[in-house]
């Protein structure tokens, strides 16, 4: 067993319990995905288990070193940290050491220093280093079209969020660590960087502990899931392909045991009450009937068995209305140096996908529309009832609140309603916390809730579903098949496609076309180095 974690409970220091008594396994070899709602301590768990934080209780166990890929690595300083410092963050802890004082010798390398480089570089090669840089190359190359050399001191900054993934998750699964945590490693990619993930997790024969809310990948290249929730952890020993459906059938037998477990509670409560008023007058009753209370008291003190998991995770209560009968008109529209001059009309109701590989503009093309309507360019034309609410995919929600009360606050009417709201989205708990305490899942749910209150009926969405838990994907999916309202879309999510009608591709050549079908369209999305022009049966739209 390459991870055994035993009976493990963590406080923060707030109070706030996300891991209470949580028992699991990773067999080796396997890859296992840890799933739950959104703050229910996926996170947490995964650092506790890496050694970054320290359980309050119970036990946690590995067989071999591990390796922990979190969540944004190599994110904290994109201006400062380079293409090498990102792929440096897989190394094995020996080679860690040697590769920054590596690093330091040559940033500051004087008189006298000579004989500690050659030291170094001999530790390099033994412990594996220049086989690292091998494995390291062929990222850089797959994933920026450049070798080691030309590729390390990039700034990260100069990369797109696709890109800066790609390249370090390649160094996490080559890397000579046998043991891997990877928290939301699908984030940020695009479907041809998807699909290269899960065939790599399927040939891997190391053991893989990952949190992933991309069906897809949970369904094609994962052996079992633990499932954390709000009512304790269970393993589901297969793929997301039977999962819902295992789901539900605990959730019904969890209902049927608390019912159970209340009628018994009851039935045992009225025979020792029963049992009292007849010792009141005999008293040969009043062994049985302290005996029948006992046995009430014993079963009440052991405590219901687990509650079933909330039907819904979060309840949006969205308000769409017609944008007239055209929601956007583009004419000639470009952004620079990114994406050429093309147009399109989108009617109301229309449900528009933007697909294509990371870095070809699909998010500066959004932020264009709302930078071009600011500044009323006649090349883009909203309806005339258009009211436009922008999701952001990096969840930036400007506030100088301190807390995410006072942060939703200026939205409602009165404090009372405000809390309400969060509560839909399960995030009352959190009405002190800074957004900076919230996990990305959260965040992405405060961003939601906000959106919601500006009632849009034209909605710009970069990448809505990925920090959002698989409940309230399915949620969101639901509302906004049934919304009266327009969606343009970027995703990455092939599953969640399957709400939108018209699917618009972006490629490298700043080129736009629009595709027949959804399967088509993630067909060509899902290519590396697509060039529209070369493809027949789709409709360029580039003038």
């Known amino acids: 067993m390459a991870i055994d974690v035993r009976s493990v409970s963590f406080t923060y220091p707030d109070g706030t319990a996300p891991i209470e008594d949580v028992t699991f396994k990773v067999p080796t070899g396997s890859v296992t995905a840890l799933v739950g709602p959104n703050g229910v301590g996926k996170t947490t768990m995964l650092e506790i ?115 800066r993934k790609a390249i370090i998750l390649r160094s996490y699964l080559t890397s000579g660590v046998p043991t891997l945590i990877l928290d939301e490693p699908d984030n940020f990619l695009d479907l041809y960087s998807k699909a290269w993930l899960a065939s790599e997790l399927n040939s891997t024969s190391k053991t893989v502990l990952l949190v992933s809310h991309d069906r897809t990948l949970l ?51 009225r025979y020792y009450k029963l049992l009292k008023q007849r010792a009141s007058v005999s008293e040969a009753m009043a062994s049985r009937a302290d005996a029948a209370q006992t046995r009430w008291e014993r079963f009440k003190d052991a405590g219901p068995p687990p509650l079933p998991p909330p039907q819904r995770e979060i309840t949006p ?6 944008t007239g009968k055209e929601a956007v008109r583009l004419t000639a529209f470009e952004v620079d140096g990114l994406v050429g001059e093309f147009s399109v009309t989108i009617y109301n109701e229309d449900r528009v996908a933007l697909l294509g590989e990371n870095g070809v503009g699909k998010s500066t093309f959004l932020k264009a529309l709302m930078a071009a309507r600011s500044a009323d360019d006649p090349s883009l034309r909203f309806g005339p009832s258009a009211r ?16 995410l009360l006072d942060v939703i606050l200026p939205a409602f009417r009165n404090e009372n309603e405000a809390r309400s709201a969060l509560g839909r989205y399960r995030l009352g708990e959190h009405v002190r916390h800074r957004l900076d305490e919230l996990s ?42 049934e919304l009266d309202a327009t969606l343009l879309a970027i995703t990455h999510d092939a599953t969640f496609t399957r709400v939108f009608n018209r699917f618009l591709l972006f490629d490298g050549d700043g080129v736009v076309a629009e595709a027949p079908t959804r399967v088509r369209a993630l067909e060509l999305a899902s290519r590396r180095g697509l060039s529209l022009l070369d493809e027949s049966g789709i409709t360029i739209l580039s003038l």
């Open 49 to 163: 288990v890496a050694g970054d934080l320290s359980a309050d209780e119970g036990t946690v166990r590995s067989d071999s070193e591990i390796s922990y890929m979190r969540q944004n690595p190599g994110f904290d300083n994109l201006a400062g940290s380079t293409v090498l410092d990102a792929l440096a963050l897989s190394l094995p802890e020996s080679l860690q050491t040697v590769h920054h004082e590596l690093q330091a010798l040559y940033s500051g390398a004087g008189e006298g220093s000579g004989m500690e480089l050659a030291h170094c570089l001999d530790l390099w090669q033994s412990l594996g280093g220049y086989d690292a840089e091998a494995q390291w190359d062929q990222a850089t190359q797959a994933v920026l079209g450049q070798g080691l050399g030309e590729a390390s001191f990039r700034k990260l900054s100069e990369l797109s969020g696709g890109e």
């Open 219 to 269: 369904s094609d290249a994962v052996d079992r899931i633990v499932s954390l929730e709000h009512n304790g952890v269970w393993t589901h020993g297969a793929s997301y392909r039977t999962f819902p459906a295992a789901r539900a059938e605990r959730t019904v037998r969890l209902a049927k045991d608390l019912d159970a477990w209340k009628s018994e509670e009851r039935r045992l409560f």
């Open 317 to 322: 209560r969205f308000e769409g209305s017609r």
């Open 388 to 403: 436009i609410g922008y999701f952001s995919q990096d969840n930036t929600i400007a506030s100088d609140a301190t807390s």
């Open 440 to 481: 990305g899942g959260q965040k992405a749910r405060v961003q939601l809730l906000m959106l919601e209150r500006t009632r849009p009926n034209l909605l710009l969405l970069d990448e809505p579903t990925d920090n959002l838990d698989l409940e309230s994907i399915l949620v969101i999916e639901e509302s906004l098949i």
